[in-house]
């Protein structure tokens, strides 16, 4: 029971500690990767029937960010045909990393938490969508278990691969989503 007091007591610090935005300069910034499934876990159907669920992709992922695919999940995100349609990880250090629809950063999830010597992690984060969204925070959890391979005899990231879980009540969907990262943009 004590390990549970402090983990949660180590949440709550974490979540008091400021924005990663201005600490971002110099940050390894990489193109994401991802496959996986989104099941629309808020439509109840009978017990013991499969939910509704669909693939989710890069094809996906990049018409709903340029506005090309109408999706609900779009009203939450910032659509711009400008925009690449690819998901960025700024890995700011072995405790930090930001999930963002820009290289910038703006308006990304923070995830927190360590990435051992050998770059195993686990890192947990909360999502707000848009400031002007009439819900109450946090309106996506996402949870990622991945693996970091580093630049020989240094802390440098050259690799990420794993999967990130997300739960939404809000669009009420949980996905399970295989992610890799497939080039350094900065």
Avoid: H
């Amino acid at each position: 029971m004590k390990s549970l007091y402090k983990a949660t007591a180590l949440l709550a610090f974490l979540s008091l500690l400021p924005s990663a935005r201005a600490s971002l300069r110099g940050a390894p910034v990489f193109r994401l990767s991802v496959t996986g499934t989104n099941v629309q876990a808020g439509v109840l159907l009978n017990p013991g029937v499969k939910p509704i669920s669909g693939k989710f992709n890069d094809k996906i992922v990049s018409e709903i960010l340029r506005g090309v695919k109408d999706d609900f999940v779009g009203n939450f995100l910032n659509i711009d045909p400008s925009q690449t349609g690819s998901f960025y990880l700024i890995y700011v250090s072995r405790e930090l990393w930001i999930i963002a629809d820009n290289p910038n950063g703006v308006g990304g999830m923070q995830l927190t938490g360590q990435v051992d010597s050998i770059g195993n992690s686990i890192m947990f984060g909360t999502y707000s969508f848009m400031p002007q969204a009439p819900y109450t925070d946090p309106m996506a959890r996402m949870c990622a278990v991945s693996k970091t391979t580093f630049a020989k005899g240094t802390f440098n990231p050259t690799k990420v691969t794993g999967t990130l879980y997300l739960s939404s009540t809000v669009t009420d969907d949980n996905m399970t989503l295989k992610f890799k990262t497939v080039g350094l943009v900065q």
